[in-house]
């Protein structure tokens, strides 16, 4: 174990949980625990939403994504990211109108008891497989540094997001995440710097010609792969109870914008920043880019500069600003859906106790399925396809109906949905049916979501043009 990785741990540490566990004032309910009291000014929200998207993928897999194959890894989480928050931008005013509602609670009023159900189990798994592709992350790292084994690294990484997101909710996770965001973009502005004093461009280009690398500066390059991978991600994140969360915790209509609108241009920035990172290291390791990650060698470089030890702690805050945003807006599902529904400046002390307890019991859960995959790109691609194929349709439909479809709901989610749970145990060795591997599972997902959809719609709607004929009961 290095004493000073484990020195910057700690003093990373006891900087966010003075961040986080700095509360305002008594936490009134669950609004409050989740909802941040629906305070949250444009400038929060904007960092919120890039702390919570800028994880393990962004940071270790996007610059070793751009390592191997050039300017076109931009795709991978750059692209969609920016895109997806242009639409919501669009989705503003009818998802605040939701009312704080989780999308749930919202298909469970649009399509009934069943479908809400099924859309608790997705939202809760979604979560939790996110969560985990974080820590994932973080069981080799904190192990490469710190000399402690998988489980142990995992274990601290999920206990240092507990304590604050426990304790906190919504505020806390906001509040660390200015911290966090500050720390990326530091880190990140450092490595770059660094890594451009020694490597130029011609360097790049040279070292991407004779490693036969031609299309290493063409965008477009695997754009077949690349688009699916960047359609997964923004028809998994559109529907995303993250950003949900957040554009209903905004103090107004005005502030959720603006923060979305900011965002998207930081997340553009800090991903462009990333894609050339990870080309300039080419250069430097031009034999090959693979385990460990580009990352991680480069901290190991700079072991006992302020510089590893910030680009460490970078690394940390990417891991577990999204792990805590994972956590928090999974709980937030459990606890109002299958837990308690009291909200409100009345509703204390029990709902406020579950609360915390799914946020450790989620925290649990993303433990054992992290032991189990080891792949961080593929658990995240898997994570939103769950989204994408089961929730995407009647999730953005229920925004806009104004009669329930308790048919077009279920076979929407039971279609889409129970492709995407295929796939997942296809993905970790349970075979039970043969089906494309992601991202090219993708396509066919999200038509059979579609299809059950609208054909569920399709036959409700003619059932109540007959006399006598109502809408069936979910």
Known sequence: MKTGFLLAVVGYVLVIWAAGLRLPGRLGGLESFFLASRRLGAGRVAFSLCASWIGAASLLVSTDEAFREGLSAIWIVGVP??????VLLALARPIRATSGLTLSELMRSRYGKTAGSLTTVLVVWYMTVLAASQMVAAGPFLGAFLGTGPILSLTIAAGIVIVYSAAGGLQAVARTHVVQLVLLVAGVAGMIASLASRVTW????DA???LGKGAYFDVLAGVDRNVLIAVSFVL???ISPIAWQRMQAARSEGAARRGFAGAALLLGLFYAAIVAAGMLFLPLFPDDGNSPPL?????SLEAGSFLGGLVFVTVLAAILSTMDAALNAGAFTLTKDLLGRGTGPSSEGRPLVLARVSTAALAGAALLVAARLGDILKTLGLAS???AEGLLVPGLAALFLKKRAPLAGLLGLLLGGGYAVVCFLEESGLRLFPVPAWPRSLPLGVGLGAAGFLAGLLIERLRERRPGTGPPVA
Not at 81 to 86: P, Q
Not at 202 to 205: E, G, K, L
């Open 81 to 86: 990211a920016a895109a997806t928050l242009i």
């Open 202 to 205: 011609s360097a790049v280009r």
């Open 208 to 210: 991407a010609g004779k």
């Open 236 to 238: 998994a994140w559109t």
């Open 295 to 299: 990352v991680t060698r480069f901290v």
């Open 385 to 387: 396809t769950i989204m």
